[in-house]
Structures are given as structure tokens and as C-alpha cells.
């Protein structure tokens, strides 16, 4: 980026990045603090993993403001995308007053980080500070997540570690999450998942921002090549009890599963499907995902355990078994 883009001698704007695994709770989290600053004028980059745009539906905020880079990460193969679409924001006027960043749940954060630094978009964009979201209730339950190295790099390359699913525990089960993750984070605070609090906690704090530079200079390396995902479209609405037996028979390499569903009983009624580990639920879809009719879906796993073409093959099958239906029928 250079000083000829026209971008004008204003401060740098601060760059809030929220990170964390696959259905941590990142734009649960967004939307909450999205909330509380609603007044101001803010620009939300958004990045799923998969082709399909579902967070940019699902994050609360005018169409205008809210920036999907889609299909990749962009700590590593979208990182053109991300320079590009950030340099597109700065060169709004009026400018944003803060950019908040929601990684895709397989981003290396410390890779965020070293893109982050680069001096000249320093100059113009500069990070405030990253946000690890860690599922409360998957650090009690030791659950397998937490034995993925990516999971362990979110924590340690961030400034502060914040709590979802608390919800899902006692006040004593809150506490051992929050013990564990102190020891895990070597020291990195640990918050409650509270919007109000928060802001009020003065979560954005400038970092070492001598440090944060230093960083720029070492190299990354691809994280798109441990995950695969798939992603499905279809024009016809699902028979539930079909696409139930489907999913439980992918549910145990399955990390992550989102998007908007028709199902045939109420074919006009978008739904809102999201996995997360072994809770699945179906609830109703956003205002903005209505208008396109289509079912959409998008399944992430690691590779060599979650085969995509297989999935596809027995989603894709249960439409054969509804056209064969339909055909005796008529
Ligand atoms: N009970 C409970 N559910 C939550 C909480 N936070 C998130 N969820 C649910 O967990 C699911 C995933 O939440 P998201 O906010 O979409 O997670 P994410 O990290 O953005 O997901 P990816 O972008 O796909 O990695 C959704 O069904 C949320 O409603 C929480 O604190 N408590």
C-alpha cells in the first residue's frame, strides 16, 4: 500500500482482530460487541473458510459494512484479498473508526498477526489487539478440540482469551475453564463472554506495537492444506429424517457445519444450521439469508479424516432417493 493509493495523512485506524477454532463462538461475539457500539461507524471483514458466505449473513450489520473474503484464510492464501479489501476500506470517506476482523476458524492467529505488520499498512491500519474465543465447555470437558495444535496456537497468539458457552456450566465449571486456559495462555487474561463487560474491561488496548513489527519480517506457512471443507448447494428443499441419517453418519470427523437449509415440510422457511462438535441445531434463519432460496451448506474437517466427496456423494443421494420417489408418485 503507498501513500499514492490516496489515502490521506489521517491516524491509523484500529484493526480488532477476533479469532478462535471452528464454532468457538467468533460471531456470536462480534455481534455482541457490534451491539454495544452501534453508533459508530465501523467496517467488519469477515472470512469463512468455505466458498459459501454464511457469517457475512450472520453478522449484524448494514450489508455496506460488513466485507466477505470467502474460500480460503486469510492468514495465508487470502492475504492478497485481505490487503486488498482492506486498502478498499481506507479508502472510504468518511473513514471507518475501528475495522474488526473475524479470522476464519482455522486461521493461525500468529500469521494475522505477522500480515498485520506490515509498516506501510501500519501507517494507515494498525492492530489494537487479537481476540481468542475459546469454547468454555469443550476446556472442561477436555474435548477433542482441544488436542488440535491449531486450537493451542489461537490461545498462545493472543492478547485475550474470551469465554463463550459459559452458559453450559456452573459457576465452578467457569472457574476450571478459566484456570486451565490462565496455565494453557501462560498469563494471557481470561474474560467472560460479556459484550457490556467487555467494553467496559477496556478490552482494546494498544499493544507493544515496537514488538508487533518485529514480527514482520518471518515467514508463514499454509494452514488451508490441513482442512478441507465442502461446500453444497441445492435448489430443493430437504427431507429432514434423509438428511439427519446423513449427517450423523459424518458427525464424528466433522469439526464444523453452518448454513441455511429448506427442509420439505416448510419449504418457504429459511433455516439456520449450525455444528459444533456434537450439538447441532436448527433455528431460524437471519433476515438477510431469505432471499436466496437455495439450501447452502458448508462442512469443514481435517484432512484425511473428513472426506468431502463422500459426504457429497450421500448428500446428493438423498436427492436421487427424492426425484426416484417423485417419479413413482406423480
Ligand atoms: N449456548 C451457547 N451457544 C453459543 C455461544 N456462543 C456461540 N454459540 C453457538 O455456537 C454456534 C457457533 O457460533 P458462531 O458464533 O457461529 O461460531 P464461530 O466461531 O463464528 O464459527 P465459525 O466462523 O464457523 O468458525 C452457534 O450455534 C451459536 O449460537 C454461547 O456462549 N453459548
Not at 515467514?219 to 428443499?237: C, N
Amino acid at each position: 500500500m503507498s501513500r499514492e493509493a490516496g489515502l490521506g495523512e489521517a491516524a491509523a485506524v484500529p484493526v480488532h482482530v477476533v479469532g478462535g477454532f471452528l464454532g468457538a463462538g467468533k460471531t456470536t461475539l462480534l455481534n455482541r460487541l457490534l451491539r454495544a457500539q452501534q453508533h459508530r461507524r465501523l467496517a467488519i471483514l469477515v472470512n469463512d473458510f468455505g466458498a459459501i458466505d454464511i457469517d457475512g449473513l450472520l453478522v449484524e450489520r448494514r450489508d455496506e459494512d460488513v466485507l466477505a473474503l470467502r474460500n480460503g484464510c486469510i492468514c495465508c492464501s487470502l492475504q492478497a484479498d485481505l490487503f486488498s479489501t482492506l486498502r478498499m476500506v481506507l479508502s472510504r470517506r468518511p473513514l471507518p473508526e475501528a475495522i474488526f476482523i473475524e479470522c476464519s476458524g482455522v486461521s493461525k492467529l500468529q500469521e494475522m498477526r505477522r500480515a498485520l505488520a506490515d509498516p506501510i499498512l501500519w501507517q494507515y491500519a494498525a492492530l489494537e489487539g487479537v481476540i481468542c474465543v475459546v469454547n468454555a465447555a469443550d476446556v472442561v470437558a477436555q474435548a477433542r478440540v482441544t488436542e488440535d495444535p491449531l486450537w493451542k496456537e489461537q490461545i498462545l497468539s493472543s492478547d485475550m482469551i474470551v469465554l463463550s458457552h459459559t452458559d453450559e456450566l456452573g459457576k465452578a465449571g467457569v472457574r476450571d475453564a478459566e484456570d486451565q486456559l490462565r496455565e494453557i495462555g501462560r498469563g494471557i487474561p481470561v474474560l467472560p463472554f460479556s459484550g457490556s463487560l467487555l467494553m467496559h474491561e477496556g478490552l482494546f488496548r494498544p499493544l507493544d506495537r515496537k514488538t508487533e513489527k518485529s514480527l514482520f519480517r518471518s515467514e508463514g506457512e499454509s494452514i488451508d492444506d490441513d482442512f478441507v471443507s465442502l461446500e453444497w448447494r441445492r435448489e430443493f428443499p430437504l427431507d429432514l429424517t434423509g438428511f439427519r441419517a446423513v449427517i450423523e453418519r459424518h458427525a464424528p470427523v466433522l469439526l464444523r457445519a453452518k448454513g441455511i437449509l429448506y427442509l420439505a415440510t416448510a419449504p418457504k422457511r429459511a433455516l439456520l444450521l449450525q455444528m459444533t462438535g456434537s450439538r447441532i441445531t436448527i433455528g431460524r434463519a437471519p433476515e438477510k439469508a431469505r432471499s436466496d432460496p437455495d439450501t447452502r451448506l458448508v462442512f469443514i474437517g481435517r484432512k484425511g479424516m473428513f472426506d468431502p466427496q463422500a459426504l457429497k456423494d450421500d448428500l446428493d443421494a438423498m436427492r436421487e432417493r427424492a426425484s426416484r420417489n417423485a417419479g413413482l408418485n406423480p
